[in-house]
């Protein structure tokens, strides 16, 4: 029971992670799109 609840609570974490990581960088290129800066060179 230990170690199934351990994996769910490691699923969970991952899936959260993964969410939230997916969606800060777009939130945070979005919010600096306000501030006039140049690109960064590629």
């Known amino acids: 029971l230990n170690d199934l609840l351990r994996i769910e609570l490691r699923e ?3 899936d959260y992670l993964s969410r939230t990581r997916r969606e800060y960088p777009l939130h945070y ?3 600096m799109s ?4 140049p ?3 590629p």
């Open 39 to 41: 690109p960064p060179p």
């Open 34 to 37: 306000d501030i006039e800066i």
């Open 12 to 14: 969970a974490a991952r």
């Open 29 to 31: 290129v979005f919010d």
